[in-house]
Structures are given as C-alpha cells and as structure tokens.
C-alpha cells in the first residue's frame, strides 16, 4: 500500500483549554501540525480533488475542535481532532497530530508544550 502525506503545519487557534480557571477564561494561541497519510497517486494522475482530501475542509474542522470546545488537557485536543478527521475523511489511513500550547502556565522559558499522537484508521472502529 502506498502511504503519501499531506502536511499543515502552523495552524494557529485561540482556545480555551487548560486545568486552570483563568486558562479557561482568557484565551491563548494553540498551534496545530498534521500530517495525512494517504495514497495520493490517483489525484496526482487524475488532477481531482475526489481523489485527496481538502485541506481547507481539514482546517475548518480543525478550527471548530480548538475554537469552540474546551478540554482540560491537550491530549485530549489532539485526540479530538484524530478521530474527527479519521471519520469525516476515509482516504486517510493514519495521521500525526501534533497540539502546541506555547504560552503554558509554567515559570520559566521554553518555546511550547506539546504533545504528538499518531492514529490509524483501525483506531476508529
């Protein structure tokens, strides 16, 4: 099976998660990476977006996830968005999802927090 990829990288959301209260009230950047992993050989031959997925459908979804629920933790962000796109776009066979949080409410200096997940298609059933 040929396994491709498409990479979005960079995605920037203001959200609302974290465990506390004032993470919770004010919202904070949270940046977004994928990577799709699919055959892409047809849309490359046919020059058909039947043929891959859409990525600006991608984002947009990716962007409701972030923008419009809150969760505790960042795991559970970049679970939320692999199950969504696993469901909503059958040509994905596995993704990476990488949730960035860079202004964590920790003392000291670091450029982000973050966590990376990788599901696959068997994830989902």
Known sequence: MKMDKIILK?????GRHGIL?????????FVVDLSLFLNLEMAGRKDSLEDTVDYGEVYLKVKHIVEKNSYNLIE????????QLLLD?????MLETTVYKP???IEGEFDYMAVQI???RQDTV
């Open 103 to 105: 202004q964590a409410p």
């Open 10 to 14: 960079g995605l920037r959301f203001s």
């Open 89 to 93: 776009f059958p040509l994905i066979k």
């Open 118 to 120: 990788r599901r696959h």
């Open 21 to 29: 209260p004032g993470e919770k009230d004010r919202p904070q950047t």
């Open 76 to 83: 559970t962000v970049a679970e939320k968005i692999s199950q």
